[in-house]
């Protein structure tokens, strides 16, 4: 079969033909990915404002942005709403997920309702969790005034969830530094779990029905309890699944802006700051206060770096448990 | 179930040990209902959470707006309407109300003079006004936002696909050098995060002079680098036999393509459109960045600003809400399993 090899070689080895194929996406992706990603290094060490280069200025932006109390505190307050999000949003999705993973009827229908608000839009999502959250008129406060709680303010609220809960319990001192974020963040961390929930419960079903039903029979017969398989059995094979969840939900939530720009102030970013992601923080800075797109790039960069060393610290840390 | 029964039966011997059994069978059976009943009972907690909101924003969208202001906040819309001598419901507005009297001050809903009604002549009645979506629809260029967007899902569906069938085709079937690198490349390229890249490319849409245009919010999307992946990976699953097949009989390259690759890769490329679709119709923060005036403004970032001008009157807020993500639900309720499966493998979160 020679001359089949011939013909396909003549077919299908032709780098000519394949820069012609591979043009339109590369041209894309070259001019749109690979140049603003190397260029965001460039950006950062130059002086842009609206877009125009002004000239070079060297490392001035990062040491400038190692001294912005502002900046550290956009970091704080995303390390807040990651450490928020991420293990709430694993373990009720997890927990939904073995819930639903008991031979439950009808379990296309649990699964579609809970998915639907990774379809809608953020926008709408965030404009209508503003609405329930309102102080005086909202849905959430009406559910908790009926079940004899006191009504909070919400997206409005500036103090710290911690100093709130020890002022509830009586204490009448709590360190500053122990306020936590403010209740504001926490009421934004819960759209934010709400909206995106359903992917990891869809995500954690499929992992779980991949785990073949013989060990289960096999450790009933052994006279295993339910806890037991769950620990001995799911959790060690469901983890890759796992990984792969806190993996995505981790880098999702580092660039949280959506909610944070829609639900939060006027100004952005309240009450009293304490709702100022790294992200926003950004936005602020490159686009709209004057437009200082060289400290937005090295912010931008700043974030990326503690995105990619925190995957790659996750990928190290994880791997050694991972069961594949 | 019966495990215990069958181990409580071979234990002991005699009627007493198998009546015992029987009891720890049906104990076993009790604890197994009622844990039944734990787990859809929470599973409901979580329909109620999931859906509560979204009812919230309907029933909030079609109340009046002194509705709003009631607490406790009422589910079903209503209104006040007082019964005519000819027997059909009239809506009126309360003005005031005197208690003492028994009588209130209204004012017809579709005009004319205040008059007074006694108390008990004044009825609620349900009351959806559907107007709301008509006045939010007309308060924002809404139908130019919408059209905007329908445009861009579908340029930039149109596109990528034609670029990354190509593409992925190249990489999956051909051979050249460098293949495996720039495919590497492109695939750690998918790694960086949209803030990192945002700031740099409004500096090149500038320069091209497309910042608020369609092709700011097109042109940088016209390839995305998932879609490719998920081809290649389906391409390569076609057999070589088929390859060898088509060549025999004369076939082109690009004939192959067209006419063998891509009719068996009807559920990738949907897996891809759905996506695409999906990611377009709800990007914020690209569109946000790039545009700057209505006659180009997509849906979304037509909603956020509506919001925010709007500032108490929720319940056009909320209309324009459902309205903006309308499209997307229908079509979610009607084609759930693939777009479930195709948002879950590609990783994006709406």
Sequence with gaps: MDWLTELRRKRFMDPATAVLYLVPAAAIIAVFRLAPIASAFLVSFFDVRMGRLRGFIGLAHYTRLFQD?????????????????????????????VLLNQRIRALGFYRTVYFLPVVTSLVAVSVVWKWIFHPRLGLLNYVITLSGGRALQWLEEPRGVFDMIAGAAGWTWWPGWLAGPSLALVAVVIVSVWR??????????????????????????????????????????????????????TIVSFQVFTQIYLMTGPPIGGPMGTTKVTVYYLFEKGFDAGGNMGYASAVALVLFAIILSLTLLQRRVVEQRVHY | MADAAVKAAEAGAGGAARAAGARAAAGHRARRAARRVWVYALLWLGIVIMVMPFLWMVT??????????????????????????????????????????????????????AMTVPLDELHNRVRFRFGNYAAAWRQAPFARYYLNTVFVVLCTLAGQLVTSCLAAYAFARMRFPGRDAVFLLFLSMMMVPEP????????????????????????????????????????????NDLYDAAIIDGCSRFAFLWRIVLPLSKATLAAVSIFTVVSTW???????????????????????RFAQEQGTNHELMMAAAVFSIAPLVVAYFMAQKQIIQSLATSGIKG
């Design chain 1, 69 to 97: 109390p502002v900046f550290w505190s956009s970091l704080g307050t995303t390390a807040y709403y990651v450490i928020g999000v991420v293990p709430l949003s694993l373990f009720l999705a997890l927990f939904a997920a």
């Design chain 1, 196 to 249: 995106g929930i359903g992917y990891n419960i869809v995500i954690f079903l499929a992992g779980l029905q991949n785990i073949p039903d013989q060990y289960y029979e096999a450790a009933r017969i052994d006279g295993a309890s339910p806890r037991q398989m769950f620990w001995r059995i799911t959790w060690p094979l469901l983890s890759p699944t796992t990984f792969y969840v806190l993996l995505s939900t």
């Design chain 2, 60 to 113: 909030t969208s079609l109340k009046s707006p002194i509705e709003i202001l009631t607490f406790p906040p009422t589910w079903i819309p209503t209104g006040q309407f007082v019964r005519g001598a000819d027997g059909e419901w009239r809506e009126v507005y309360v003005a005031s109300r005197d208690g003492r009297a028994g009588t209130a001050v209204v004012r017809p809903a579709e005009g004319g003079p």
């Design chain 2, 196 to 239: 990192v890249y945002l700031v740099p490319s409004y500096i090149i849409l500038a320069k091209f002079g497309w910042i608020d245009t369609y092709q700011a919010m097109i042109v940088p999307w016209l390839a995305y680098i998932f879609s490719i992946f998920l081809l290649r990976q389906h391409f390569k699953t076609i057999p």
């Design chain 2, 282 to 304: 709800n990007s914020f923060l690209w569109p946000l960045v790039m545009t700057n005036t209505p006659s180009v403004r997509p849906l979304q970032v037509g909603l956020a």
